[in-house]
């Protein structure tokens, strides 16, 4: 009750700076006070309909086949809302900068023009921003082909091709149909292997287990393996380990296997989430105990959700770490301001002698927007260097 009392006095604060800027600018609104901020209260109320009513009460209507269409068209709504919010409140923010910064400089400063076509700045970014973010989404995920040198890769492995589906998000918006559009997109590529990065799910078995259905039809010659992300521990993960397993993927909870072909091998393993000691201390990441025991040198790949872990994997001797978690930013501005959260945050990069790959993510969380940064479902084919 507690965190869920301070997530809305957040984003209750901050959506009333928003709407403060946008109304001491607009002179209707003023004129119009109360209606404005009624305006301004249904609004916000949207905004937490999805993620508070998914827990309270639309969990259950979901069920009933008439509501479920109903519900999702719901989620989508509210957290269009959301992202709207956020568009909002970052313009918002860089305007105000703007205006303190000219009216230092400026003493003749004209502030009743500036908030004039401020307004005008803010609502029309905003717009662009999400109908830009929107069709993005309606895309769907998108291919990325990348190709990673490896100088020690056996001849026979010269080619081995790997999927990497990361940060599916199955959840308020994104449903069965999209999940199996997924399945037929990584199984049309004819993979070696298929690796699933984490932050599969956002709910609970009972609510997800027919969304996460079609995942038991992806097919690779070398298997599937799956390691967990974030909001694996959200969701209850000790309940969604049993039903990924059910689905035929192989879990690396800071283990390894060895992956062979004709007389080649390589070292596949996988840690738990970064963050995982939070919610469940015995699964804290360990890329160290997740190589012990590894045949010596074997080239080796380390599943890890978040690029956090790249750190560790470099000193536990890995050559190539698969993540995801960033999104790549997801939406403007934000694909911005991921590169001062995070060092790796999309694409192929390079630390020390480890290859580190972040994938964009395959499905989208919260706001279903993306600008720049498309769905994606990684092809990633390994070669001799």
């Known amino acids: 009750m507690l965190r869920a009392g301070l997530i809305l006095v957040f984003f209750g604060l901050i959506n009333f700076y928003a709407a403060a800027r946008i109304i001491g600018r607009w002179p209707w609104a003023e004129q119009h006070a109360t209606g404005a901020w009624l305006a301004v209260l249904a609004f916000f109320v949207l905004q937490m309909l999805a993620p508070f009513g998914d827990r309270l009460v639309f969990k259950k209507l979901r069920k009933r086949p008439r509501m479920a269409a109903v519900v999702s068209a719901l989620d989508r709504v509210s957290y269009t809302a ?20 000219l009216e230092l400089a400026d003493p003749y400063f004209n502030i009743f023009v500036f908030d004039r076509y401020a307004l005008y700045a803010i609502f029309a970014t905003t717009l662009a921003t999400t109908v830009i973010g929107i069709a993005y989404v309606l895309r769907g995920p998108q291919v990325v082909e990348v190709t990673v040198p490896l100088a020690h890769l056996p001849e026979a492995l010269d080619g081995f091709r790997i999927v ?9 918006a994104i ?14 590529l004819k993979p070696d292997l298929i690796a699933l990065t984490g932050d599969f799910v956002d709910g609970d078995v009972d609510d ?36 990924f397993e059910e689905h035929g993927a192989r879990i690396l909870l800071n283990t390894h ?22 919610i469940v201390p015995a699964h804290a990441t360990d890329p160290a105990k997740a190589m012990a025991g590894a045949p010596a040198g074997l080239v080796s790949i380390l599943l890890a959700h978040q690029p956090f872990s790249y750190r560790k994997a470099a000193e536990a001797g890995f050559d190539v770490q698969l993540s995801g978690h960033a999104h790549g930013g997801q939406y403007f ?3 911005f301001l991921v590169r001062f959260f995070q060092h790796y945050y999309k694409g192929l990069e390079k630390y020390e002698n480890m290859w580190i790959y972040v ?23 390994l070669r001799r260097a």
């Not at 959301?82 to 910064?101: E, H, K, T």
């Not at 296997?257 to 939070?278: P, S």
């Not at 994938?359 to 084919?381: A, D, K, Q, S, V």
Request: proline share 4%; net charge neutral.
């Open 359 to 381: 994938n964009r993510g395959t499905g989208y969380w919260g706001p279903p927007f993306r600008t720049g940064r498309p769905c994606e479902i990684t092809l990633m084919t």
């Open 333 to 335: 501005p934000f694909t």
């Open 175 to 188: 449903r069965k149909r999209y999940v199996q559009k997924v399945v037929d997109m990584a199984n049309d």
């Open 164 to 172: 990497q589906i990361s940060d599916l998000h199955v959840g308020a």
């Open 82 to 101: 959301f992202g709207v919010m956020s568009l909002l409140v970052v313009y918002g923010i860089a305007i105000d900068i703007v205006r303190i910064v």
């Open 257 to 278: 296997t060895v992956i062979t072909r004709e007389n080649g091998a390589f070292v596949l393993a996988g840690v738990t989430d970064y963050k995982a000691a939070d």
């Open 208 to 243: 997800l287990l027919e969304d996460i259905a079609p995942l038991s039809g992806l097919r690779a010659s070398e298997g599937v393996f799956f390691v967990t992300g974030n909001h694996e521990y959200y969701s209850g993960v000790h309940q969604w380990l049993g039903i």
